[in-house]
């Protein structure tokens, strides 16, 4: 299984698309078949790259979405001012290809037979490779205690929502939690809010239990809940972010 990744040793692949998944009206996955592809670990990503007829190249990262061992799957949310996203939203088939290099990354990743309470803390599509670990923990047995704490506008910009109830609903170890900042639908029973200190207090485990925290969103985001967790005596060092912004469109 690939391990953190030197760019300057990482070749590029020829990726065909073998599958799609609407994930949400701004947000869709791609099931990826890729000779070559090494496997990754969860919290990795990867870089895609499209050439135009002319010659013209445009570069992105995006997240893994897939557990190891089961294939590549990237999930893209459309930025409308984006050079990339919106071609892999909108327009991408079966049957498409464009290159990919990875996985990269060795820091923001998380290995299924760590045993310590796992903390994941995502905003929008910065769900995505804390999926990766979710589905990990599924596929490899753990029982880690594992919780999400899970920011989305709206109901339906929930990516994978129907998939991260099914886990939640087996009662396994694995807890869900989801606030919603802009709308909210008739009778929601989750959060409505903005996560702040007193959302992750009510949340997250006491720091003296020493879990492992990923945090992946907007710049904004990231800082907000890693700030919060800090303050309730969290130790920098065991909190793990990622930051995506406009770059990644």
């Known amino acids: 299984m690939a391990g953190a990744a030197v760019l300057g040793r990482l070749?590029?692949?020829?990726?065909?698309?073998?599958?799609?998944?609407?994930?949400?009206?701004r947000v869709r996955t791609l099931r990826l078949g890729a000779d070559g592809w090494a496997g990754h670990r969860a919290g990795q990503h990867v870089d895609v790259r499209l050439t135009a007829e002319d010659g013209y190249q445009a570069q992105r990262s995006y997240s893994i979405a897939s557990a190891p061992g089961d294939g590549l799957e990237i999930t893209v949310e459309r930025l409308e001012d984006g050079e990339v996203s919106p071609y892999l939203v909108d327009e991408v088939r079966e049957g498409d290809r464009f290159e990919v290099r990875?996985?990269?990354?060795?820091?923001?990743?998380?290995?299924g037979?760590?045993?310590?309470p796992l903390l994941l803390v995502g905003g929008g599509s910065g769900v995505v490779p804390l999926a990766a670990m979710i589905r990990h923990r599924a596929a490899a047995g753990s029982d880690a205690p594992?919780?999400?704490?899970?920011?989305s506008r709206t109901l339906d910009e929930v990516v994978y929502r129907v998939e991260l109830d099914e886990l939640a609903d087996r009662a396994d170890g694995f807890e869900?939690?989801?606030?919603?900042t802009r709308s909210q639908p008739e009778g929601w029973a989750g959060y409505a809010r903005r996560i702040d200190a007193e959302l992750l207090e009510e949340v997250a485990w006491p720091a003296a239990e020493a879990p492992q925290v990923f945090v992946c969103g907007s710049t904004r985001f990231v800082d907000a809940a890693a700030d919060g967790l800090v303050a309730l005596g969290y130790e920098p060092q065991r909190i793990k972010t990622e930051r995506f912004g406009a770059t990644g469109s």
Do not use: C, K, N, Q
Not at 11 to 25: H, S
């Open 11 to 25: 070749t590029w692949l020829a990726a065909e698309v073998i599958g799609t998944i609407a994930e949400t009206p």
């Open 102 to 111: 990875g996985p990269i990354g060795g820091y923001f990743v998380w290995d």
């Open 146 to 151: 594992t919780r999400l704490l899970y920011s």
């Open 113 to 116: 037979s760590d045993p310590a």
């Open 176 to 180: 869900l939690f989801v606030t919603l």
